[in-house]
């Protein structure tokens, strides 16, 4: 059966990879950033609608199953810690993003599609003690939806440690008895760092003397004070650290040792490889916008595998 999914807040699409690779026809999608919106519509074809608060119900076309990556940075460790340093509220006090959730939940509520996924930083489930994870999960619950959630790391689908929380739901209206596992079975041969390395790389993403001694410095500052701040140069038959939206700045959480002179950052393309992007996916911004874009999205083999579970049980809950 041909799936019609919608994916909001949809950043540059990783979710709606993830969805169409196994068959998934997505019929509208939503992104408020003039850049992601960029990066999605050269890939996709199709520019993504704008502010989702601005878009009522009506105008969305009905659909099985609703996807949606919602802003995490007011739940995320370092999102909380930077709104901290700056005064600012994070979770659902957060009156910009936080409340994107219930942008959600409105959706869900005017359309009633059969399932849905959301996916967020790992950090969700323990932000405020409990209390914002506790109020998501009773939202969804109040809207008659069977819910199942879990953290899962990417790095058995690429060389990357990346913890997300990823909540699926199903709708109790329409079937009955449901249960859901996030099980999948483990690839034997694991990924690992130095595949995904460009064999030429610009000289430009050699970091400088200056930065490089910058870095040292900062990170012995750290280590002195028993603190566990500071670059990583990750074992290229290995993983990496977690690729983030702050990349740009200095590359500091992944860098690539080189002989005989600096480390250097990851290139934008190495990027979308260490996400798990296809090959043939369009960069279409500067290195910087690049980076914030794929250190935002997700890993597209993990999310592949989710949606084909969900795809697989909403089958059976069919022929039930």
Request: charged share 30%; aromatic share 12%; hydrophobic share 35%.
């Amino acid at each position: 059966m041909e799936i019609k999914f919608i994916d909001l807040f949809a950043g540059i699409g990783g979710l709606r990879i993830g969805f169409e690779k196994i068959g998934g026809k997505c019929i509208f999608s939503s992104e408020i950033d003039k850049f992601a919106c960029d990066t999605y519509e050269k890939n996709f074809g199709e520019r993504p609608a704008g502010d989702i608060t601005k878009i009522s119900a009506e105008n969305i076309p009905n659909h099985e199953i609703l996807v949606a990556g919602f802003p995490c940075q007011p739940f995320s460790i370092a999102g909380v810690s930077k709104k901290n340093s700056l005064g600012r509220e994070t979770g659902f006090n957060d009156k910009s993003q936080g409340t994107l959730f219930f942008e959600i939940v409105r959706i869900l509520k005017a359309k009633r599609p059969k399932a849905f996924l959301l996916e967020n930083v790992k950090n969700l489930k323990s932000h405020d003690g409990g209390k914002t994870f506790k109020i998501i999960l009773n939202s969804l619950h109040e809207l008659d939806y069977e819910i199942f959630s879990e953290v899962l790391d990417g790095k058995f689908f690429v060389p990357q440690h990346r913890e997300r929380t990823f909540i699926v739901g199903f709708n109790k209206k329409i079937y009955k008895n449901i249960s859901f596992d996030f099980d999948f079975e483990i690839p034997e041969k694991l990924p690992a760092l130095k595949d995904i390395l460009e064999k030429n790389v610009d000289e430009k993403y050699t970091l400088s003397d200056k930065l490089w001694n910058y870095l040292q410095n900062y990170a012995e500052k750290h280590r002195a004070k028993g603190n566990g701040f500071g670059f990583g140069l990750p074992d290229l038959d290995g993983i990496s650290r977690t690729l983030s939206a702050r990349y740009y700045k200095d590359g500091s959480e992944i860098l690539i040792r080189q002989e005989n002179k600096n480390p250097r950052k990851l290139t934008p393309r190495e990027c979308a490889r260490l996400q798990g992007f296809p090959e043939n996916f369009k960069i279409v911004v500067s290195d910087t916008k690049a980076y914030q874009q794929f250190g935002n999205s997700v890993v597209v083999p993990l999310v592949t595998k989710i949606a084909e579970k969900i795809i697989k049980k909403l089958q059976e809950l069919e022929e039930k």
